[in-house]
């Protein structure tokens, strides 16, 4: 039987996403997670062809930091990835941004990075990404099939 846990382990998601995942639905995971970094991982992991809404999701995520960001080019590609993701620009010209997963991953690094400083607002961002990747990335469009626990 394949339940959301071993679907998981399987993906090798961290434990400490494991830890907390474990016995909940994926509907239950997904209307509560608390992460918006672990939701981005399990969509590129169970949805790779959708890029287009994965690059939405994580530039809007990517957003929430925009105000720290310090670099222009950093600010530069969070904008190309919202555009990419809502289709006003090509592939090719993301790739001249070379925005495909920067936007959101330097977003992320700086935040980890300020954790110690910033713990309440970590804590804050991460579920206020959470709550944008159910925004972008609704339920309906999951690739996650399993047999209930």
Partial sequence: MKTINNLLKELKACQSAIDWAKDKTWEEIYSSCHRGDWLLWLFNKINPNDLQKLTLAKGYCANTV????????????????????????????????????????????????????????????????????????????????????
């Avoid at 969070?78 to 010209?93: C, V």
């Avoid at 993301?94 to 910033?118: E, G």
Wanted: hydrophobic share 45%; charged share 25%; with cysteine.
């Fill in 66 to 149: 925009r105000h720290l960001m310090k670099d222009e080019r950093s600010i530069k590609a969070i904008d190309a990835a919202i555009l990419f993701g809502l289709g006003k620009i090509s592939l090719e010209e993301l790739d001249i941004y070379k925005v495909t997963a920067y936007a959101a991953d330097y977003a992320a690094a700086y935040v980890a990075a300020n954790a110690t400083a910033y713990a309440a607002a970590k804590k804050e961002n991460q579920q206020q990404t959470a709550d944008i990747c159910r925004q972008y990335l609704p339920i309906e469009i999951w690739n996650i099939k399993y047999d209930n626990l």
